[in-house]
């Protein structure tokens, strides 16, 4: 232990070294400051190259993807985005929420929380929804229960399959109960969607908590999770503390998700694509049963 973490700190301080030559010499080229990254996992220093998919190559966990790595994943290739919007509501007045949403917009290149597409997947043509927590924690805003419940109707009515990957830290507190409705207005489409018996595939991903877990991520006829998201309703000190009792040490891991059959199936991201693939070819897009 004393050892690797002497390696570690051998390893930065070459990189430090190297950096402070570099500035002192302006005719070499500057090193880039992201070219090692640091696991929350395993906390191992590896250089950043080596993280294929965003996935640690010391112990396997999978970082956060943002929406357009997530999509260059997923995709055959080309795919168009739907329903980007404007729109800003701030129905509260909430003091500072829209200086906040303008700040995000120009930090993360996205209109909110969630990005809407249509593309093919092993060359099977279908709606995908994935949201991205940069954008403040992937909370399920109006907007972002707008661009679903659009997506969902616009596959009912070009009758194609959709995939949802979630990522959220729960409801939008600035919106308060305009937030709390997107719930039901997401699952409301969603079982017109099921009625006409197409296939939903809800793609769980690193962290998924609050309103998102209580509507319409545990409602996909599969239910995929990706190793090391942790995924429930609150949080594991809050229910602690609720119900006075020593939780689990996997509580809310995807492996104690389906063994209690929230989930159904454990996919690596490398077999991401793969896996979807193989799921729409078998079904056709629609749902069986
Ligand atoms: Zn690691």
Redesign the pocket.
């Known amino acids: 232990m004393e050892k690797s973490f002497k390696k570690q700190k051998d390893k930065l301080s070459i990189f430090k070294n190297l950096r402070q030559r570099n500035r002192k010499n302006k005719n070499t080229r500057e090193i880039p400051e992201d070219l090692f990254k640091k ?6 220093i ?1 250089t950043s190259a080596s993280y294929k998919d965003n996935v ?6 999978h970082l956060p993807m943002n929406a357009y790595e997530r999509m260059d994943l997923i995709y055959d290739g080309r795919y168009k985005v739907l329903f980007t919007t404007k729109e800003a509501p701030n129905p509260l007045d909430f003091p500072g929420y829209g200086e906040k949403i303008d700040e995000l917009k120009q930090k993360t290149k996205l209109d909110e929380a969630v990005v809407c597409s249509i593309g093919h997947i092993g060359k099977i043509k279908c709606v995908v929804c994935v949201m991205d927590n940069r954008f403040m924690m992937g909370s399920m805003g109006s907007v972002v229960g707008e661009k679903i419940t659009k997506a969902i109707e616009f596959a009912l009515k070009k009758k194609l399959p959709l995939i949802i990957f979630t990522t959220s830290g729960g409801a939008r507190m600035q919106e308060g109960i305009f937030s709390l409705m997107q719930m039901a207005k997401v699952n409301g489409a969603l079982a017109r969607f099921k009625a006409a018996n197409l296939l939903y595939v809800s793609y769980i991903t690193h962290p998924t908590y609050g309103g998102v877990s209580a509507s319409f991520a545990p409602m996909g006829d599969i239910v995929i999770g990706e190793p090391f998201a942790m995924y429930g309703f609150a949080g594991r000190r809050v229910i602690a503390s609720t119900i006075k009792q020593k939780l689990p040490d996997d509580f809310q891991t995807t492996k104690y998700n389906m063994d209690a059959g929230f989930i159904d199936l454990i996919v690596e991201r490398s077999k991401c694509k793969q896996t979807l693939g193989k799921i729409l070819a078998m079904h056709q897009g629609v749902r069986h049963g």
């Open positions: 696991c929350p996992h395993c906390n191992e590896q640690c190559p010391n112990c396997g966990f």
